[in-house]
């Protein structure tokens, strides 16, 4: 037997899923301002495995505009300066032997612009994407529907209601899209 609420679960559970990977796509995209989340997908060479930064050191973020790495192992100062240096980041860290220090240049307008597109697009995948699991959905529900599993009735309300689930979460990923461009526009 077909089962509506498992199905209209599954679908939510889906969106979720979206929805993190479009805050996790966007939390990597730099504003004015140092954040850690910014050195997250930074791999270093840790006795030849790539092991994320944040397990060989601390990241600290002590002023609006520099960000701080403390590794645990002393030796491993340079392979951390290399890592972040190969990264797409663009960012050019120091070190005393001890640290590392990476100041956060203010974005130009240019590029603030150009962040605020990539930003756009990071959003409208991941609206495609909550379209698409939308879509899976009705299929299956149609298709319980079609081998008369479920009735007509409870079809059409289950798609109305997996249609308020995708306006729902679609807003959230405008919303977020909103409060990201304002904070990469922030001067």
Same mark, same amino acid.
């Given at each position: 037997?077909?089962?509506?609420?498992?199905?209209?679960?599954?679908?939510?559970?889906?969106?979720?899923?979206?929805?993190?990977?479009?805050?996790?796509?966007?939390?990597?995209?730099?504003?004015?301002?140092?954040?850690?989340?910014?050195?997250?997908?930074?791999?270093?060479?840790?006795?030849?495995?790539?092991?994320?930064?944040?397990?060989?050191?601390?990241?600290?973020?002590?002023?609006?505009?520099?960000?701080?790495?403390?590794?645990?192992?002393?030796?491993?100062?340079?392979?951390?300066?290399?890592?972040?240096?190969?990264?797409?980041?663009?960012?050019?860290?120091?070190?005393?032997?001890?640290?590392?220090?990476?100041?956060?240049?203010?974005?130009?307008?240019?590029?603030? !612009?150009?962040?605020?597109?990539?930003? @756009? +697009?990071?959003? $409208?995948?991941?609206? /495609?994407?909550?379209?698409? =699991?939308?879509?899976?959905?009705?299929?299956?529900?149609?298709?319980?529907?079609?081998?008369?599993?479920?009735?007509?009735?409870?079809?059409?309300?289950?798609?109305?209601?997996?249609? !308020?689930?995708?306006?729902?979460?679609? @807003? +959230?990923?405008? $919303?977020?899209?909103? /409060?990201?461009?304002?904070? =990469?526009?922030?001067?």
């Amino acid at each position: 037997m077909f089962d509506l609420n498992k199905q209209y679960h599954d679908t939510e559970e889906k969106m979720k899923k979206s929805i993190e990977s479009v805050r996790h796509e966007l939390s990597h995209l730099r504003s004015g301002r140092a954040t850690t989340t910014l050195l997250d997908g930074v791999k270093v060479d840790y006795y030849g495995t790539p092991t994320p930064l944040n397990q060989v050191a601390n990241v600290g973020a002590p002023e609006a505009r520099l960000l701080t790495i403390q590794p645990w192992d002393k030796s491993m100062v340079p392979a951390i300066e290399k890592a972040i240096l190969t990264s797409d980041l663009g960012l050019n860290p120091t070190n005393d032997g001890t640290m590392i220090r990476i100041p956060i240049p203010p974005l130009n307008e240019e590029r603030r !612009k150009e962040l605020v597109k990539l930003g @756009k +697009k990071y959003a $409208e995948d991941g609206r /495609v994407a909550v379209r698409n =699991i939308r879509r899976d959905a009705n299929e299956h529900i149609k298709k319980a529907e079609k081998n008369h599993e479920v009735s007509e009735d409870d079809s059409k309300h289950a798609q109305d209601k997996i249609q !308020k689930l995708t306006d729902s979460y679609i @807003k +959230k990923i405008d $919303e977020m899209l909103v /409060v990201k461009e304002k904070e =990469i526009m922030e001067v």
